[in-house]
């Protein structure tokens, strides 16, 4: 696999896929057990089934392989070579990005805020939505249960 190929998706795994990756040693093969322990040694306390899903999701994009049956390690990634040395009179253009100017700890409280703020109105109104559907639900059990005793008493 190359570098760039390994950079992307190792970029997309989820936080335990990831952590599970990073137990796998890339020397030697493990077991799913052996796996296991060592990310409880780390303290993070997965399932086996768990860790048993993140080996096979990684084994199928690529990141580790199986040489033997049950047993795991990381793949070797390829570095890619250094561009050679122009040849001729070409002279290498150097670009050199101007930094962004850091925000302000009170613009960045500021923003955060704001954005609690847009996440505190969603859930004000998810919980007015369910409020809403809760009394639905409690007027059409009230016509359900009138109906029943409409029923019994013509029995």
Known sequence: MNEAKFSM??????HTARKVFESVPIAEAWTRHQITSELTR???????NVVSGCLDSLRGQGLIREPDRG???????RVAAPDP???????????T???????SPIAILATIS???RAVADRID?????IEEHQQNQDGET????????????LA
């Open 9 to 14: 998706t190792e970029r997309s795994l989820t």
């Open 42 to 48: 780390k303290g993070i306390s997965l399932s086996p």
């Open 71 to 77: 047993l795991f390690s990381r793949v070797q990634v």
């Open 85 to 95: 040395k122009p040849e001729g009179n070409v002279v290498p253009i150097t670009i």
């Open 97 to 103: 990005a101007t930094p962004k100017p850091k925000a």
């Open 114 to 116: 704001k954005d609690l």
């Open 125 to 129: 109104e998810a919980a007015l939505e």
């Open 142 to 153: 009230k016509k359900l249960r009138q109906l029943q005793a409409l029923l019994k008493d």
